[in-house]
C-alpha cells in the first residue's frame, strides 16, 4: 500500500471548516483512500474513503486531487468533539492486504 | 446494535505472565483484526482472521503471540512469557465479508495491557 504524509498537528476554531491535508504521491490506480479518526482513549472510527471522485457523508466531505496524489478530509463545521488523531490510510483493492496501514496521523485540535 | 467490545479494558500484569485478550466482533462480520497500539503511534497491524482461520499473520512480533477464532465468531489474543515492551492498547476490528475492495472496519475500545 502506497504511503501517506499528513502534518503533525492542526488547530480549527469551533464552527468553522476543517480542512486536513494527505499527501499519496505514489498511490495506484485501484488503491482507495480512507480516512478515520481517533478520539483520545477509543479505538479508532471510520469517516469516509474514496477512489476518484470526491465523496460526502453525514460525518465529512473527502476531495481528492485529479492525478490522485493528494486529498483533503473536510469537516464544515468543527465541534469541540471533533477534536481527534485524524489518519489518512491508503489501501489496495480486494485480494490485496486486507489491514489497514496506520501511518502518524494528524492531531486535530478543535478550540472554543 | 452492539458494536466491536473488547475485554478486559485493563490488564496488568507480571513479566513472564500468559494474558488472554478477547474481542466480540460485530454479529455478521466474518473478517476479524487484531491491531497494537503503543503510545503516541497510530495501530499496528498483528493478525487477520476469515471466518475460523488466520488468514494473514504476518504482524505478530514472535512466536509467544498467538491468536485463535474456533467458531467463526469471537478471537482470543494469547501472549505467552509477556515482556515490559508487550505494554501496549490492544484493538480488535470486525469488517463485513473481507475480500471486497471497500470493506469498513469498526474498532472496539481496545484492551489496555501494561506488563510490570
Known amino acids: 500500500d502506497a504511503k501517506t504524509t499528513q502534518p503533525p498537528s492542526m488547530d480549527c476554531a469551533e464552527g468553522r471548516a476543517a480542512n486536513l491535508p494527505c499527501n499519496h504521491s505514489?498511490?495506484?490506480?485501484?488503491?482507495?483512500v480512507y480516512w478515520y479518526r481517533q478520539i483520545h482513549s477509543q479505538g479508532p472510527q471510520y469517516i469516509i474513503h474514496g477512489l476518484k471522485n470526491n465523496e460526502t457523508n453525514e460525518m465529512a466531505s473527502l476531495i481528492i486531487t485529479e492525478d490522485r496524489k493528494s486529498s483533503t478530509l473536510i469537516l464544515p463545521h468543527a465541534t469541540l468533539r471533533d477534536t481527534a488523531v485524524y489518519y489518512c490510510i491508503v489501501r489496495g483493492p480486494s485480494g490485496s492486504a486486507r489491514q489497514l496501514t496506520f501511518g502518524s496521523g494528524t492531531q486535530l485540535t478543535v478550540l472554543p | 446494535g452492539a458494536g466491536v467490545s473488547q475485554t478486559p479494558s485493563n490488564k496488568v500484569t507480571e513479566k513472564g505472565k500468559y494474558v488472554e485478550l478477547r474481542c466480540d466482533p460485530i454479529?455478521?462480520?466474518?473478517?476479524l483484526y487484531w491491531y497494537r497500539q503503543s503510545l503516541g503511534q497510530g495501530p499496528e497491524f498483528l493478525i487477520y482472521f476469515q471466518g475460523t482461520g488466520a488468514a494473514d499473520d504476518s504482524g505478530l512480533p514472535n512466536d509467544r503471540f498467538f491468536a485463535v477464532r474456533p467458531e467463526g465468531s469471537v478471537s482470543t489474543l494469547k501472549i505467552q512469557r509477556t515482556e515490559r515492551g508487550d505494554s501496549a492498547v490492544y484493538l480488535c476490528?470486525?469488517?463485513?465479508?473481507?475480500?471486497?475492495?471497500?470493506?469498513?472496519?469498526?474498532f472496539g475500545p481496545g484492551t489496555r495491557l501494561t506488563v510490570l
Open positions: 454479529s455478521g462480520h466474518t473478517a
Open positions: 476490528a470486525s469488517s463485513l465479508p473481507g475480500g471486497r475492495s471497500t470493506d469498513t472496519q469498526y
Open positions: 505514489t498511490i495506484s490506480g485501484n488503491e482507495y
